[in-house]
């Protein structure tokens, strides 16, 4: 009986269908996309983490300016009330010097004659009040003497030095109540001081000493009946008899 022949060994091949490959490829794509989507959702969220960080931040600076803003009017309202104080302390000092001050006919101070038209006078124990309206003296939002608020005050330096020669003035400035948002002051409180430094510093030229004033903001703490009568530069005469 022959002797049976072995057949070689052939090496063996992997069949590779063309629908195995192309799940293969389809695998591969999705391991792509799936981590282009992973690195996106990556990104995205570190956005959102900055943009919340960057909105946390503006809030916190606003509520610093804030907190800064109401700490600056507290101080300046502070100082005009001690400057509030000291003209009603010299007011009734005046007062106790002068007991019949007040007490009848000629016992007050006696008001400035010849004020011009507009400006009025009052007393105050012995505190001469000349009021100047805003609006005879500057346009709206500003602290520049207007042209024929030059006039005005020509006329009231006048009667002051008639009737009260070297006496110390205070010249305090008032506003309405309208909050400052189209100029370039800070608030009410320093326009209504930049507008009183602006009448004492024009009288200056008319013969006052610098030392004869003080300078006074109220800013909109005190209004009158209307916004006009609101708007004011008051000339308070101390110790006026």
Request: hydrophobic share 35%; aromatic share 4%; charged share 25%.
């Amino acid at each position: 009986m022959p002797t049976p022949q072995l057949l070689p060994m052939l090496p063996m091949h992997t069949i590779t269908s063309p629908s195995s490959r192309l799940r293969s490829s389809l695998r591969l794509a999705g391991l792509l996309v799936g981590a282009a989507v992973f690195l996106t959702g990556c990104n995205n969220k570190e956005k959102d983490e900055n943009a919340i960080l960057k909105d946390k931040n503006a809030q916190l600076q606003s509520e610093i300016d804030t907190t800064k803003g109401a700490l600056d009017g507290s101080e300046t309202s502070r100082r005009a009330l001690e400057e509030e104080n000291a003209r009603l302390r010299a007011a009734a000092d005046a007062a106790a010097a002068n007991p019949g001050a007040g007490s009848g006919a000629g016992g007050g101070p006696e008001l400035p004659k010849d004020l011009p038209a507009g400006v009025t006078a009052r007393a105050e124990g012995n505190t001469v009040i000349i009021d100047v309206p805003g609006d005879v003296l500057f346009d709206s939002g500003k602290a520049v003497l207007k042209t024929d608020a030059k006039k005005t005050l020509d006329a009231v330096a006048k009667s002051i030095k008639n009737s009260y020669p070297s006496k110390r003035i205070s010249v305090e400035g008032f506003t309405d109540v309208d909050p400052i948002k189209k100029s370039k002051w800070a608030d009410n409180w320093e326009l209504a001081y930049e507008r009183a430094r602006a009448v004492g510093k024009y009288l200056g030229t008319k013969g006052f000493s610098e030392s004869q004033f003080r300078y006074v903001s109220y800013g909109a703490t005190d209004p009158k009946n209307s916004k006009k009568e609101s708007r004011r530069v008051e000339l308070a005469i101390v110790d006026a008899q």
